[in-house]
């Protein structure tokens, strides 16, 4: 077993906590059932926002889904001239049996466009 990374991203429609918390509930979903990760393989989760999401810290979803005991902390992204709006990007870590290699990163809605290297 190893500790790896796992990164995923998701876009917003609006600045909405309901709708905020939707799409991030959506995204880790994703990445855990994509990868197999059970609640006690992870270790920490890293969200960043977009300046312009002010509504709810996009760790709520984490805590409303059972995941509150594991250590989570939101951040603020750079403004950057030309960067994707509306955007929440997270980082896993997280204890695992797959390779580096192996690991299914997400990206979803317009974040897909993010990593266009990524077959999905």
Do not use: K, W
């Amino acid at each position: 077993m190893q500790v790896l990374a796992l990164r995923g991203a998701i876009t917003l429609e609006r600045d909405e906590r309901d709708h905020l918390l939707e799409r991030v509930e959506r995204l880790l979903a994703e990445m855990i059932e994509r990868n197999s990760l059970s609640h006690d393989d992870l270790i920490s989760i890293l969200f960043t926002a977009t300046p312009d999401i002010h509504s709810v810290f996009p760790a709520v979803a984490a805590r409303q889904m059972g995941l509150g005991d594991v250590p989570l902390i939101c951040a603020q992204e750079l403004s950057i001239e030309g960067a994707m709006p509306l955007c929440v990007r997270v980082l896993i870590h997280t204890n695992t049996e797959l390779t580096r290699s192996e690991l299914r990163h997400v990206y979803l809605e317009e974040a897909r466009t993010l990593r266009d290297d990524l077959a999905e």
